[in-house]
């Protein structure tokens, strides 16, 4: 399984757009990248997938380059309510798959 | 329903007695996952469950661990003999088919687990 290396945390103003850089050398062929949130006392909840170039939805953008290597979770004007840990894991979309979770990274919003 | 339910959301128990902490995945959904998370720690991978498949137990971290999936759907973790480092929240998920998916996993709220 590809591991991942994300910042630890990361601070942040209401109204500016926060970039969460993921790497994750080993990727494989067939691996997705995936970006989870976790609010205190909640389970992680999924952001966005994405294979390769540029994903978006209501929520955020996913920016991956031609390597796969690494990956940019982006947040358009952030809220005090994205203060949380954001999680990015890789796996294949085959059978078989289970997720391994790293540390995420803190985002600390402020007003 | 319309996501995964866990139960119950908290639990204290004394050391040394057994705990069954239960799962109800999301309609359909062949694939469930239990992770457990300790206080202020990222999600630990405890075993895996797919279909009719054997279950992947690899994660468990003692023999003391053991879950099981009745009727491919829901699931119970039980814990033996509990001792305090098994505090944590323990987390479900259940995905569509073994993979990610397109809408990946979706994540119970988690059962507090306090031994004291």
């Known amino acids: 399984l590809a591991k991942t290396t994300q910042p630890i945390s990361m601070d942040s103003y209401e109204g500016q757009e926060v970039n969460i850089t993921c790497s994750h050398n080993n990727i494989a062929t067939n691996d997705y990248i995936t970006w989870y949130q976790q609010f205190p006392s909640q389970g992680p909840r999924f952001i966005i997938q994405g294979y390769k170039t540029k994903v978006t939805n209501e929520v955020a953008s996913l920016f991956i380059p031609a390597d796969r290597k690494s990956s940019t979770l982006s947040l358009p004007r952030v809220s005090l309510s994205d203060t949380a840990v954001y999680y990015c894991l890789v796996g294949s979309g085959a059978g078989g798959n289970k997720l391994v979770f790293g540390a995420g990274t803190i985002l600390r919003v402020k007003s | 329903g319309a996501g995964v339910s866990q139960s119950p959301s908290n639990k204290v128990t004394e050391k040394g007695k057994d705990v069954e902490l239960r799962c109800d995945p999301i309609?359909?959904?062949?694939?469930l996952y239990w992770y457990r998370q300790s206080l202020g720690q990222g999600l630990e991978f405890l075993i895996y469950f797919q279909g009719n498949s054997a279950p992947d137990k690899s994660g468990l971290p003692s023999d003391r661990f053991s879950a099981e999936r009745t009727g491919g759907s829901v699931s119970t973790l039980t814990i033996q003999r509990t001792q305090q480092e098994d505090s944590a929240v323990y987390l479900c998920?259940?995905?569509f088919g073994g993979g990610q998916g397109y809408y990946g996993y979706t994540f119970g709220s988690g059962t507090r687990l306090t031994v004291v």
């Open positions: 309609s359909g959904h062949t694939a």
């Open positions: 998920a259940s995905s």
